[in-house]
């Protein structure tokens, strides 16, 4: 895809101060530019790299002062950072452009297909599926019976949607998720045995969704594991049955929610958190990577760390006292070995 200077500056609202005419056919770093390529600046650390990139084009605020000459052609405009993330979405857009359908391919004739939906080779789209408008479902992907999904939506290779799922509009499932697989559900048995426990729920994924490759969020034993509208789910995550998320909150990777948890709107989960089952969590926590969530958090917009839980402040003052314990030990050897000596003196 190649634009020119003065086409990008009409789609970010701003204006060029060069060559209109020049032409660009990728993005870059502004340390990393190239000719040809368009890069932009928002932070003054990086300005003194505006005078010596190789970039053909630089996203520039409107009120910066040049300092020296510039061989690239500028484009101004209001917020430079805003206006690189508002191309960066386009560019997303345009090159994930995608609509037809790709033999082999297998959509069951009970099946409604939406307009302008993308079928990638290899996909499978089962009984009674409802698919929106404007739906992309790269190869790969399998779609179960009585699975619904939102217009606008897009399915990366790999993901699989286990049936009577629910699925939103403008969401975004990257490749292996999985959704609407089993519960972790078994009943122990007087033989030291597990019996399994047939999970007969489902998943609702609400809009405005993004999941990360390889999460996992497991249908519920009865009703619905319910991720809110505008969730941001990271890679690698366990999501247990019957759990409730928040609206707009993000979880970092590598974080597990045990079964019939409900997570608060605003969350903010850091990487590697655990949470045990049949609790709470407050709306606007805030909780540091590697804690333990190990009971109900009632309080709303407080942040906690540490394993288990507690306040961040007092988990703070606890890892000053935890390196200061080897220097505490010697003290405290020191001091037996004082009092010894003062115990034996005096007999």
């Keep these: ?4 200077a003065n086409q990008i500056a009409t789609l970010l609202h701003g204006y060029v101060e060069g060559n209109q005419e020049v032409v660009v056919n990728q993005l870059a770093k502004i340390e990393e530019g190239e000719d040809g390529s368009l890069a932009f600046l928002s932070n003054p650390k990086y300005e003194h790299f505006l005078y010596e990139t190789k970039a053909s084009v630089v996203i520039v ?5 040049l300092q020296k000459p510039v061989g690239a052609t500028l484009i101004r405009v209001k917020d430079a950072y805003l206006a690189f993330s508002e191309l960066l979405r386009v560019y997303d857009r345009l090159r994930n452009e995608r609509t037809g359908t ?9 099946a409604i297909l939406g307009q302008d939906v993308y079928l990638g080779a290899f996909a499978y789209v089962g009984r009674d599926v409802k698919i929106g408008n404007n739906v992309k479902i790269y190869p790969q992907v399998y779609i179960g019976d009585g699975v619904v999904v939102g217009d606008n939506t897009t399915l990366f290779s790999g993901v699989k949607v286990y049936y009577d799922s629910r699925i939103g509009s403008n969401v975004i499932l990257h490749s292996g998720v999985v959704i609407g697989s089993d519960g972790f559900g078994f009943a122990p048995q007087a033989d030291g045995t ?17 999941i990360g490759a390889n999460t996992v969020i497991d249908r519920a034993t009865l009703g619905s594991t319910i991720i809110r509208k505008g969730v941001k789910l990271d890679n690698l995550i366990q999501i247990a049955h019957n759990v409730e998320i928040g609206a707009d909150t993000v979880v970092a990777a590598q974080t597990g929610i045990s079964g ?9 989960i850091g990487g590697q958190v655990g949470v045990v089952g049949h609790i709470q969590v407050a709306s606007g926590s805030q909780i540091q990577a590697q804690s333990g969530i190990n009971r109900t958090i009632a309080l ?13 402040s007092s988990n ?21 070995a004082r009092l010894k000596k003062l115990n034996d003196d005096t007999r």
């Excluded at 605020?61 to 002062?65: F, K, P, T, V």
């Excluded at 703070?316 to 037996?336: C, G, H, N, W």
Aim: hydrophobic residues 35%; without cysteine; glycine residues 6%.
């Design 1 to 4: 895809m190649q634009f020119t």
């Design 316 to 336: 703070l003052r606890s890892q000053v006292i935890y390196s200061k314990l080897p220097a505490l030990e010697r003290r405290l050897t020191e001091l037996e």
């Design 61 to 65: 605020n409107e009120d910066l002062a």
């Design 102 to 110: 790709e033999t082999p391919s297998f959509v069951h004739e009970s």
């Design 194 to 210: 597990y019996s399994k426990v047939p999970q007969i729920g489902n998943v609702i994924v609400e809009d405005d969704i993004e």
């Design 260 to 268: 019939s948890t409900k997570i608060g709107s605003s969350v903010v």
């Design 300 to 312: 709303a917009d407080k942040k906690w760390g540490g394993s288990p839980a507690m306040p961040y």
